[in-house]
Structure formats: C-alpha cells, structure tokens
C-alpha cells in the first residue's frame, strides 16, 4: 500500500470525487419531479397496527438472520450457539433443530420450496441442508458444503431448488450448482464485502446487491460477468438491499442512518427514508407485499417503518431488548418474522 499522503493517490482521489460530482450534477438534471410529489393525491396509508403474535425462544446466543419459505408458515433462524432452527410460526413451535459445524452464522436461506436451508459465516463456506432427508441421528442431512472464499460468507439465496447464489468478504458474488457442487459464475461484484443480496420477484431474472463500499449493483442472473448498473448515494455500508415486488425498484438500509428507495428506471435513488431521531444504523430492510410499506430493523432495538409514497414514518415495531439483525416478510404477506441479538425470534401479524 502507497503512504496516505501518496500525491498520486490524492490526485486519483480528487479525480473519482469529481466524476461522482458530475455524475450527481447529471442525475439531478434528469429528476423532473419527486416522489412525494407525484403521489401528493394519494390518500395516506393507515397506521400499520401489527403487534407480536409468537415469541419463538430457543436459541442461545445472538441470532444473525432469519428467512421465511415460500409456504408463508416455516422460517429459518441462524445463531452463534451454532444451530439452525426450522420454525413453525403459526404454532411457535421447533420443527427441526440442526447443529453447525460452525457457530459463526452469518447468513441463512430457505429455498422457496421448502425442500432445503442453507448457511454461510465466518467459515468462509455455504453449507445447505435437505430438509426432507434425515442422517442417523435424525437430523437434516448435509448435501452440500460449498468451499472456495477467501472470506466470510454475509449472504445467501436459493434461486431454485438446484442454484445458490452468495455473496462474501472476499468482495466476490458466486453461484453454485447444488447437484454437482460445481461454480456456475465467480465475479468480483463490489470494492468492499458484499453484505446483502435480494432477488428479484418470480420471473424476473434481476438481482440487487449491497455492500460496504457504500454502493449497490444490479445484476442479470443470466450473465453475471458485470453489474448492469450501479446505484450511489449512501454515504456508510449498504448493510441490506430488498428488491420492490414491482421489479423496478428496490429499497436500502445502511449505516449511515438512513434507508433509501432507488428506481432501476430513473437509473437513480427517489426517495431517502429517516427515523424521526436518527440515531442509529439500520442492519436490516424489507417491503410488504404490495411495496407500499416499508420496514428497516435498527441497532435501537426497534423496527421502523414507513410509507413509501408518501415518505412518512408510520410507526415502530417494538419488543425486541437489543439490535434487530433480520427481518423477512412472509410471501403471502400476513407476517413479518425479525430476530434480534437478543435470542429471540419474534413473529408480527
């Protein structure tokens, strides 16, 4: 690494401040019109009344992530007491229990189908589990341990039931085939740890990413070898992205306090979401079903959410007594599953 003060280094510094300048000079050309605006003769949406229907108790450490399968009623959780749970939220109760190899978890997925979860930390591998399939003692048999990161693994998803995609420390976004074990694609996606993938709706073949240098990249499942475009705007770590169920457009929740709408089509960001005392970092983000509501877990223990159209803070989520890791909204849209550092996985509804 050249000295801090490296003169070529400032100068190269100035010149990317510069282009970014002028790249905003541009977008703000091209901004007509605002989202409030546009939406000022839409009626306000109700304050979102949603309380906590389960309290799910069983881990025994801080729980990093949760995930919900596409039938709307099991989810997934990740904790550093080194076990998954496979939940039953209507009931509250423990499906199955899975011991890790490691406790580090990071990241947790549930396939759509609800055959398979997989999970990735500081082992710097994705491990996937069949759901369907028991080993000797009973538990989910490991099918897959996909190894080759030179760093963390921070996030994953199922595609299908053949394909994971995951994104890591080691700045990279690669996808598996899970019936050969085998690399589809393996690009550097970001120039920092990619923190946070979300796919895109059913039939779309786009995905978003989010990572800590501050910038989030839209991508083609298709052809994965460069970023269709690139979002800025942020001004800390994007620590979660979270596609809009329309397709066009996707919502953030980063370090820097805030969270933030961009549109895929405008090419730029519409809307900048606050709490009404900003205080602290968002970890993570989520849309309801119609995308009309926004939700963006916090380190204040609290779940903040908003209307999108309007950008009104419509209230807060709490119940949670430490930092909200995860949260995951049911594919049918009736409940919200978040968890916490403080144990606990809690169902809304």
């Known amino acids: ?42 009626a306000e949406a109700p304050r979102v009344k949603i309380s906590t229907k389960k309290m799910m108790k069983g881990h025994l450490n801080k729980v990093n992530s949760v995930h919900y399968s596409g039938d709307s009623r099991h989810c997934v959780t990740g904790s550093l007491d080194g076990k998954l749970i496979i939940w039953d939220t209507y009931s509250g109760n423990k499906m199955q229990i899975i011991p890790l190899r490691s406790a580090w978890v990071m990241s947790v997925a549930y396939a759509t189908s609800g055959s398979f979860v997989a999970c990735g930390g500081m082992d710097n591998m994705c491990t996937v589990y069949d759901l369907n399939n028991r080993d000797s003692s009973g538990v989910a048999k490991m099918v897959r341990e996909l190894a080759g990161y030179d760093g963390f693994l921070s996030s994953c998803r199922f595609i299908d039931d053949k394909h994971i995609i995951t994104g890591s420390g080691d700045m990279k976004l690669c996808q598996w085939d899970l019936e050969t074990g085998r690399k589809l694609s393996d690009v550097i996606a970001h120039n920092g740890d990619v923190v946070s993938i979300s796919l895109g709706p059913e039939g779309s ?71 009404p005392t900003p205080n602290s970092a968002f970890t993570c983000c989520a849309l309801s079903m119609s995308g009309r509501i926004l939700m963006c877990g916090s380190d204040d223990h609290n779940i903040h959410m908003w209307d999108t159209l309007k950008n009104q803070h419509n209230g807060t989520l709490s119940g949670h007594e430490n930092r909200v890791t995860s949260i995951s909204v049911a594919a049918n849209g009736i409940a919200i599953a978040s968890c916490s550092w403080d144990q606990n996985v809690r169902v809304w509804g």
């Open 1 to 42: 690494m050249p000295p801090k003060n490296d003169p070529e280094l400032i100068a190269l510094r100035k010149e990317l401040e510069e282009l970014y300048n002028n790249l905003k000079e541009e977008q703000n050309k091209m901004a007509d019109t605002s989202l409030e605006k546009e939406c000022e003769s839409i």
């Open 205 to 275: 073949n786009m995905f978003v990413t989010g990572s800590v240098d501050k910038t989030c990249r839209l991508w083609d499942l298709r052809d994965q070898k460069q970023p269709k475009q690139t979002f800025f705007g942020h001004e800390a770590d994007v620590n979660s992205v979270c596609f809009h169920p329309s397709g066009v457009a996707f919502v953030t929740g980063s370090e820097d306090k805030s969270a933030r709408m961009f549109d895929i089509r405008a090419d730029q960001q519409i809307a900048l979401f606050k709490p």
